[in-house]
Structure formats: structure tokens, C-alpha cells
């Protein structure tokens, strides 16, 4: 009833039923940038202080800045159409150490977008109610995070359609407060006028030339707020509609044009309208209220309006739950972070990713009692790191390949100019905000980025070991033996679960012998292919791994057909390793009447905690199941020293 039935993977129209239109790309990974304006435009409005002339200015460069930034991840989806974002680019164009540092700070600002998005949700909400309700807002923020935990493990597609209401509820009512609010300033457009050019004078007087540049650079880059999220698209490109770097620029289309018009245009009522902040109140809710003041029903707007903005923001958490574990399941499968965080479930979501993501975001709401301004900060520092690192790669990568493309120049261009304003933004934030949570989030990050280089490390040197296994056996099965057929089923018949093709098989093959000698004359080699994250990339993915799981279990019939014994293959495919291979013991069960099964398991000289974390403990609960079945399965170690 919660999660929704598993889905089936033999399904042909399995991708095409979980996939993204344009439209509802836009709503799940959209509305990440485009709720941003929620909060960036006010933090850069008011560090203007009383130079706010230069509101005009900012509007400009703020949708400039959204235009380069996302024509940039245009090209970024053209060069990488499966998708990734900053890790893969990172990785791919500036190495493996450029790669992690990228891919953890992805997973900590993913974690700051669940985060300041139900924060600045709960701001919004609370605008408009009593001052006495303040104390509700941390225990319904709380509530919003476990509600997009559950709606997001049932999968990334229902989610959107059951918030694309809600989202389109806030571009109509912000499109009715910016185009209303120009309009109704539209006669006291002269006097602004005149007001923006006395003040200009003014502050030349007072600042200089430099003075008025550094404020507003100092202003602009405190706003970079307004930029996250724009990423989003990139690193969700596996789960749009085919075809896909189509509809992943078309949603970079939507999501630039609305967040562009959006951001400029309150930034530019804040000015008409001389909106000052008010406390437990934001800018926003303040230009809701002025503008309506002599309307209708203008009270009920102002409700509509903040509750549209602060249930997009409840939206825009979708980014951090769509994205972040898609982060993790790509670092899970180059041995970054424990391999359990590419597994999928029944409803094809990377459920181990989204706990993740739930659960951190909620710690870290809790260690900030939701306080905005400092998430913000938190949050844009790893944002523009990203940024910079993929835009650096990018350049580097479009000067290179130079003699290979036609328009070369524009390219150079586009991603030099979209470097050096995010490496602008990262730079200022970090100095004027370090001591205002800049230095949690560099920290955490960097204990992120060690960490995983300690598992990699660790999976590196069992990998090593267990290549070592293999250098002994290797000639077993080398010579390309005809399989022999099982004839008599009521013999004594050994079923060996193998997952791949390698030395931990083989020796649990030959051990099975030396423990049992002239017991078993027959053997049956059972094998799942799983879909994990890594392999699920489109509606073939099922075929190809159900061939390349062929292929393994032929290898073993080779091996059996040199030991001189009969042999068979029985091989599934699903998300959950264990209750597939239960399912096709069971089938054994049926077919030879005296089998014993048997597994291998990778065993450590001195058992630590953290092993059980970084290596699936399959074989243990495989057998758990069987002993209930009444079966009898026996796991033989394979040793790592």
C-alpha cells in the first residue's frame, strides 16, 4: 500500500512506463532551480544594504549568469548522454582524485538540498501564520522529509505526477506577482528611474568606482543560491524519456527560462516596491502582501501564493532524493562507497540512497533547527564547487579536442566564461562565509572524500587477494570441454551458487570434492544476474545481462566437463540477489530430490564491523532461507588474509 507493487523486469515497456517526459523532468529536477528563487534573490537583495540602485544590475546578471550556467550543462548533456553530472564529467575529463572530490561534494549538496528546501518550505509556510505557531515548524518540517522519503522509494516518476499540481500552482501565482507587481508599478516607473540614477551618483560619491563593483560582486556571489539546482538535469539524464539528451535539453530549457524570469523579476519588485525585510516574515511573503493590499480577496492571495512557493520547495527536496543516490549508485560502482548503494529494489528505485538521503538531511536540519541563512551558505559552497570543476573540465577538455570540432571557439567561450563565474561565486562565499557554517561544510566534505578513499582502498586490496585465488586455478576449464548431460536426477547432486565467473567459484567447485569425495555425481550452477543501477540504462538492459549470465554459467559447465562430471545451469534475472536465488533453489529442490547447496563467502583473518558494510553478506541469507525450506546449504570460505 505505501511503496506500490514491484515492478517486472521482463516488461518491454518497463523503461518507457519509469522514465521522464520533458514536462515531468521539469517538475521532479526542475524545480530545484526554479524554488531557488525562493530564497537567492532575497540573500543577494540584502546584501546590498542601502545601495539598492544596483538591484537592476543584479537582475541582469543573475539571468545571465542562469543562461551561461545552463547552456553549459547543455553541452555537458551532449557530451555525456548517459548521464552522471559532475562525477563522470570530473572523472572522465580531470581524473579519479577531481572525480571523488566532485562526486562527495554532489552528496553533501544533495543533501543540502533536501535540506534548505524544506527549511526555506517551512519559512514560507509559517509566513502567514501566527507568530505562536513558530514552534510547529521544525516538527512539520520533519514530517515533510519522512512523507518525500516514502513517496520517493514507490519511484522518481509517481512522485512527479503526484507534486506536478502543486508546481504549476507556483509558477501561475509568482507569474500573476512579478507581472503584476511591474505592472502596477508601471507609473512610478520614472520616478525609479530617477531614483536609481540619483543613488547611482551617490554611491560613486561615497564608494568610487571599486568600491560600488566590489559590493556588487560581493552582493552577486551571496546570491549564488539562485544557481543551485541547475545541475539537476545532468545528473538525472538515466531516467528521461528516450530520446534522451532531447528531453534533458528541453527540460534545461524550461528550467532556465522560468528560474531566468523568475529570480530577475523579484529582484526587480523588491526595487518598485522598496521591500525591506520583516521578522518571521521573507521578502517574498512582504511583496505578496503589498502587492495585494488593495485587492480582493488580497489576503487569500497572499495565502495561496506562500503556500504554493513553500510546498515548491517541498518539491524542489526531489532533486536531492532523484539525484543524490543516482551520485551514490555511480560512485557505488567504481568502489567509492559500499556497492550495496547501486542495488535496486522491486519498484526499480535505489532505495539503500534515498534512506540515505533522508536520514542525513533530517540530522542536518536538526543540527541547524532549519535555519536558511546558514544552509544556504552550507549549501552553495559544494554547489559551485561542482560547478567549477565540471566547467573546468569542460574547457579544458572543448581546447583540446579543438582540431575534432567545428565551433571549437564558442564552446571555449561559453565554458571559460561559466568557470569564471562560478569559480567568482565559490571563491567570495567561501572567504565571507567560512566562519558562518562555510567551514562545516568544507569539513564534511573533505572527511567524505577520505573516507572514500579508504574503501576504495579496501576493495583494491580484497580485489588483489582474490585475484590471487584465481592465478591457481585458472587453467580449470581452459580447454573448452564438451558439457556433460545429468542423466540420473535421484543421484547425490551438489548446487553451487556462483555470481560470477572467477576463483572463488572454482576452488568452492573443487572444495566441494575434497570435503566429499566420490559423494556427488552430479553438479548444478545457479547464478542471478542483478540489475543494480550500473546496468539498468534502458529496455535492453535486461537482454544483455541474461546473455553475459549465459555466457558465465557455459564457463562452469567447461569446468565441470573436465572434472568428468555432469553437469547443469538454472540462472535468474531480478533486483534482489537473494530472493531470486531462493526462489531458483527451491526449483532445484523439485528437480533433484538429494541436493545440497553450496555457496562461497569471502572471509576475513580478524572480522571487522565495517566488512559486513562494504561486502553483501548473500550467501549467509540465502542459506538463512533454505534452512527454512527445509533444504541443507553448506558456505565455504574463501580467505583473505
Known amino acids: 500500500m505505501v511503496f506500490g507493487k514491484p ?22 529536477l526542475g524545480a530545484d532551480g526554479l524554488s531557488s528563487s525562493a530564497y537567492g534573490p ?21 539571468a545571465l549568469t542562469v543562461f551561461i550556467i545552463s547552456a553549459a550543462y547543455r553541452g555537458i548533456i551532449e557530451e555525456f548522454p548517459h548521464g552522471g553530472g559532475g562525477y563522470v564529467v570530473a572523472t572522465k575529463l580531470l581524473g579519479k582524485s577531481a572525480g571523488v572530490a566532485s562526486g562527495c561534494a554532489l552528496l553533501v549538496d544533495y543533501v543540502l538540498t533536501i535540506t534548505v528546501s524544506v527549511a526555506a518550505a517551512g519559512d514560507a509556510l509559517f509566513s502567514f501564520m501566527p507568530l505562536g505557531w513558530a514552534a510547529m515548524k521544525l516538527p512539520v518540517e520533519i514530517f515533510f522529509i519522512f512523507g518525500l522519503t516514502t513517496l520517493n522509494l514507490r519511484g522518481a516518476r509517481e512522485s512527479a505526477i503526484a507534486l506536478a499540481p502543486v508546481f504549476l500552482l507556483f509558477v501561475f501565482t509568482h507569474l500573476a506577482l512579478i507581472v503584476g507587481g511591474i505592472l502596477m508599478r508601471a507609473p512610478a516607473l520614472p520616478a525609479t528611474a530617477i531614483e536609481v540614477g540619483t543613488g547611482f551618483h551617490k554611491g560613486l560619491g561615497t564608494l568610487g568606482i571599486g568600491g560600488m563593483i566590489l559590493l556588487f560582486i560581493h552582493a552577486y556571489s551571496l546570491g549564488g543560491g539562485t544557481y543551485t539546482g541547475i545541475e539537476a538535469v545532468s545528473n538525472g539524464l538515466p531516467i528521461m524519456r528516450e530520446p534522451r539528451v532531447q528531453t534533458a535539453k528541453r527540460t534545461m530549457v524550461y528550467m532556465a527560462t522560468s528560474l531566468a524570469f523568475t529570480a530577475a523579476g523579484l529582484l526587480v519588485c523588491y526595487l518598485l516596491w522598496h521591500v525591506t525585510p520583516e521578522q518571521g516574515k521573507t521578502m517574498n511573503a512582504v511583496l505578496s502582501e503589498r502587492v495585494t493590499a488593495h485587492m480582493p480577496l488580497g489576503r487569500t492571495l497572499v495565502i495561496v501564493t506562500l503556500f504554493s512557493e513553500s510546498i515548491l520547495l517541498v518539491v524542489a527536496a526531489q532533486a536531492g532524493f532523484i539525484d543524490g543516490p543516482r551520485v551514490l549508485a555511480n560512485m557505488a560502482v567504481d568502489s567509492w562507497v559500499p556497492r550495496r548503494f547501486a542495488a535496486l529494489s522491486d519498484r526499480l528505485t535505489t532505495h539503500n540512497g534515498i534512506v540515505l538521503m533522508g536520514a542525513t538531511s533530517l540530522a542536518a536540519l536538526l543540527y541547524t533547527h532549519g535555519d536558511v541563512g546558514q544552509l544556504v551558505v552550507m549549501y552553495s559552497i559544494n554547489v559551485f564547487l561542482t560547478f567549477s570543476l565540471s566547467m573546468f573540465g569542460m574547457m579544458r577538455h572543448t581546447w583540446q579536442e579543438r582540431r575534432k570540432g567545428a565551433h571549437w571557439h564558442r564552446k571555449a567561450l561559453l565554458f571559460s566564461s561559466g568557470f569564471v563565474l562560478c569559480a567568482t561565486i565559490l571563491v567570495i562565499t567561501v572567504f565571507e562565509k567560512f566562519r558562518e557554517g562555510g567551514w562545516i561544510t568544507l569539513g564534511v566534505t573533505g572527511l567524505v ?35 556433460i548431460d545429468i542423466v540420473d536426477r535421484n543421484t547425490p547432486t551438489a548446487a553451487v551458487l556462483v555470481p560470477s565467473f ?140
Not at 12 to 17: A, G, M, S, T, V
Not at 587 to 612: A, L
Open 449 to 483: 572524500i577520505a573516507l572514500c578513499f579508504v574503501i576504495r582502498a579496501h576493495y583494491r586490496e580484497v580485489r588483489m587477494k582474490l585475484a590471487q585465488l584465481y592465478q591457481d586455478v585458472r587453467h580449470i576449464g581452459a580447454h573448452a570441454a564438451a558439457p
Open 42 to 62: 532575497e540573500e543577494a537583495f540584502r546584501n546590498l544594504g542601502s545601495h539598492i540602485y544596483l538591484a537592476i544590475g543584479l537582475a541582469a546578471m543573475t
Open 502 to 641: 572467477g576463483g572463488i567459484g572454482i576452488h568452492t567447485v573443487l572444495n566441494i570434492f575434497r570435503a566429499f569425495p566420490n559423494h556427488f555425481k552430479n553438479l548444478v550452477f545457479i547464478s542471478v544476474g542483478v540489475i543494480d543501477s550500473g546496468g539498468f540504462k534502458g529496455a535492453d538492459a535486461v537482454d544483455a545481462l541474461e546473455e553475459s549470465t549465459r555466457e558465465m554459467l557455459k564457463k562452469y559447465l567447461m569446468v565441470a566437463a573436465e572434472l568428468g562430471v555432469p553437469a547443469a545451469v538454472r540462472f535468474g534475472i531480478g533486483t534482489d540477489a537473494v530472493e531470486e536465488a531462493e526462489r531458483l533453489c527451491l526449483g532445484v529442490m523439485k528437480e533433484f530430490p538429494v541436493v545440497t547447496f553450496f555457496g562461497g563467502k569471502v572471509v576475513f583473518e580478524r572480522e571487522r564491523w565495517y566488512q559486513r558494510l562494504l561486502h553483501n553478506e548473500t550467501a549467509l541469507a540465502i542459506q538463512k532461507r533454505l534452512y527454512w525450506a527445509g533444504a541443507t546449504m553448506v558456505v565455504l570460505p574463501a580467505r583473505v588474509t
Open 7 to 28: 515492478r517486472d523486469l521482463r516488461d518491454k515497456r518497463i523503461f518507457h512506463q519509469i522514465s521522464l517526459i520533458p514536462f515531468l523532468a521539469w517538475v521532479g
